[in-house]
């Protein structure tokens, strides 16, 4: 059964930026695709960033400009960097493993609460 | 931004049925299948159901899901307290190029 842990600071200052690691462990990173998922307090879910296993990103567009994704196969790991963050960017971030052929959600990290605050 | 509606909020008592709604657009439910999700206070997210009615295992059989055209819905029958949640729906949106969320219905166990 694949697990997922996000990992990284908890407390990011604002205009700096946000970055944070997604360690996988029971399945190869190389055999599925994978995104980042974010809820802000008191709010609904709102999708990052999608990776395909074929190495292709897509990225939400009102996040496109700041987000990049990065992957380290080694380690079967994936990176969420996002830069210049303001408070609005407070939020639980997820990282999770998708499935296509239905596509779903499946498998999810416990989540990191990353606080943007001077 | 959601684009899939959902009520904020919605309850029943122990035993009792109760259904969560989702509407969407051409652009997603239309041509997509809908994805279920709970989350409870500091547990992961859970798949409840995919492709529109179907439960991973798992997940028991008081949980179903159905579509028609752009509009979906969740039924829980048999209600206990531990179904006392957030429920989110979810489908693939072709204007997004990325999975679109509603904004997610806070069931209350009465």
């Known amino acids: 059964q694949v697990q997922l842990q996000e990992s990284g600071p908890g407390l990011v200052k604002p205009s700096e930026t946000l970055s944070l690691t997604c360690t996988v462990s029971?399945?190869?990173?190389?055999?599925?695709?994978w995104s980042w998922i974010r809820q802000p307090p008191g709010k609904g879910l709102e999708w990052i960033a999608y990776l395909y296993r074929s190495g292709t990103i897509n990225y939400t567009p009102s996040l496109k400009s700041r987000v990049t994704i990065s992957t380290d196969t080694p380690k079967n790991q994936f990176s969420l960097k996002l830069t210049s963050v303001t408070a609005a960017d407070t939020a639980m971030y997820f990282c999770?493993?998708?499935?296509?052929?239905?596509?779903?959600?499946?498998?999810w990290g416990q989540g990191i609460l990353v606080t943007v605050s001077s | 931004q959601s684009v899939l509606i959902q009520p904020p909020s919605a309850s029943g008592t122990p035993g009792q049925r109760v259904t969560l709604s989702c509407s969407g657009s051409i652009s997603n439910m239309a041509i997509y299948t809908v994805n279920w999700y709970q989350l409870l206070p500091g547990t992961a997210p859970k798949l409840l159901i995919y492709d529109d009615n179907q439960r991973p295992s798992g997940v028991p059989d008081r949980f179903s899901g159905s579509k028609s055209g752009t509009s979906a819905s969740l039924a829980i029958s048999g209600l206990q307290s531990e179904d006392e949640a957030d429920y989110y729906c979810a489908a693939w949106d072709n204007l997004l190029n990325g999975p679109m969320f509603g904004a997610g219905t806070t069931l209350t166990v009465l």
């Open positions: 029971g399945g190869s990173i190389s055999s599925n695709d």
């Open positions: 999770v493993r998708v499935i296509r052929g239905p596509w779903r959600l499946d498998s």
